[in-house]
Each structure stands twice: as C-alpha cells, then as structure tokens.
C-alpha cells in the first residue's frame, strides 16, 4: 500500500475533479512548484494509484436514457459457470460495471440502454439466454446523486 500525505491527497483530488488540468494547474492548486508536482504525480501513476485517464461520457447525449443495476444469480457459483457468465457479457456496450458480490446474488451490472423496450430485449435476449443464469433481478435508477469514483483521495482512506 502507498503512504499518501496531505498534498498527494490534494493532487488526487484535483486530477479527479479534471484529470486534463495540466501539471502547471496542478501544481498552483496544490501549493507546489510544478517540478516536485510532476514527481509526484509521476511516483503516483507509477504506484498504481492513479490507474490512468478516462473521459466522463453524457449517456443522455448518445441517447442512452435508462439506466439500470442488474443482479445476476448463477446456477451453480462454480468457476466455469462464471467464466461463461464473464465471457458472455465481456463485450456487452450496455453493461457499463460488472461487480462480484457476496450475497444472495453474485453479479450486479449498472446497465444503460435507449429505452424500455432495448431494456426488455437486452434482458431476455442477452442475460437470461445465457445458460448459467438462473435469476436476474432489474432496478431502475431514478437519480444519481453522487458518482465521482473513489472519494478517499480528500478525506482519506478509512482504516
């Protein structure tokens, strides 16, 4: 595990809030030179704290305006069933996550789809046609009120 300090927390949370700032806007919102901020960011991606970057998609803007959390309760929890589980959804544009759970159910998948009727097909022709499912259970999300990743990097991590 990496030790982070006040400004490695700082720099995490800036690069979270736009991770296209440049190391110059970084480093002034930080309170460092830019050099020691480069250094640091740098020893963080090298780390694996920061995973890399990625572009936060409007789903409303490509017309995606339902979205969903799917559990999923295989058959048998064996390893071959979930790997047919994983390889049958692996390339599935609508399945945005795909969590592992404990639980009375093993997957849940966060699913965006056009409409009700691309919600029905994905679920009959897409999950419940995969063999090793026995049950799935859908829940639409009304709001979404918080969702920004990881939100240790301010507050730190809870131990």
Do not use: H
């Amino acid at each position: 595990m990496v030790e982070l300090d006040p400004i490695d927390r700082r720099i995490l949370a800036v690069l979270q809030a736009d991770g296209r700032m440049s190391n110059l806007e970084v480093a002034e919102r930080v309170g460092l030179s830019p050099t020691p901020c480069s250094r640091r960011i740098k020893r963080l991606e090298e780390s694996g704290v920061i995973q890399g970057y990625s572009a936060r998609i409007n789903p409303l803007a490509l017309g995606l305006s339902i979205c969903v959390v799917v559990s999923v309760r295989l058959a048998k929890q064996t390893p071959d069933a979930a790997s047919q589980f994983l390889s049958a959804i692996e390339d599935r544009p609508e399945i945005t996550e795909c969590l592992l759970v404990t639980g009375s159910v093993d997957y849940l998948l966060r699913v965006w789809v056009r409409d009700i009727e691309a919600l029905r097909q994905f679920i009959s022709a897409a999950l419940q046609a995969i063999p090793c499912v026995a049950e799935t259970s859908t829940m639409v999300i009304l709001d979404t009120t918080k969702s920004n990743g990881l939100s240790t990097a301010e507050t730190g991590a809870r131990r």
